[in-house]
Nanobody, 115 residues
Framework: VQLQACGGGLVQAGASRRLSCLAS????????VAWFRQGPGKEREFLAA????????YYSDSVKDRFIVFRDNAKSTVYLQMDSLKPEDTAVYYC?????????WGQGTQVTVSS
């Protein structure tokens, strides 16, 4: 399983941004995929996840009113739609897949929110 996160960049506060996590492998429908972030001097933080099969969604309280996670199985991609971005959302954003009990990580994409 290989993951590639992209879509980061420099945005102004209040703007929206959509991140993509493209996964390799033929069993994408069997992956649960989660988004994390790590801000400067902070620990990695769970944001959102979409489960395989049921596509049940999970969110952290810190972003549940502003971020949406969804998947497109036909494109082997999981998205993180981020709205009303704040300077404190500045971080490297990572996607992670869980498959057959193992965890896989992408390389991360930087999101910088200017005030």
């Amino acid at each position: 399983v290989q993951l590639q996160a992209c879509g980061g960049g420099l945005v102004q506060a209040g703007a929206s941004r959509r991140l993509s996590c493209l996964a390799s492998g033929r069993a994408f429908n069997s992956y649960s995929v989660a988004w994390f972030r790590q801000g400067p001097g902070k620990e990695r933080e769970f944001l959102a996840a979409v489960r395989y099969g049921t596509s049940r969604l999970y969110y952290s309280d810190s972003v549940k009113d502003r971020f949406i996670v969804f998947r497109d199985n036909a494109k082997s991609t999981v998205y993180l739609q981020m709205d009303s971005l704040k300077p404190e959302d500045t971080a490297v954003y990572y996607c992670s897949a869980r498959y057959l009990g193992a965890y896989y990580w992408g390389q991360g994409t930087q999101v910088t929110v200017s005030s």
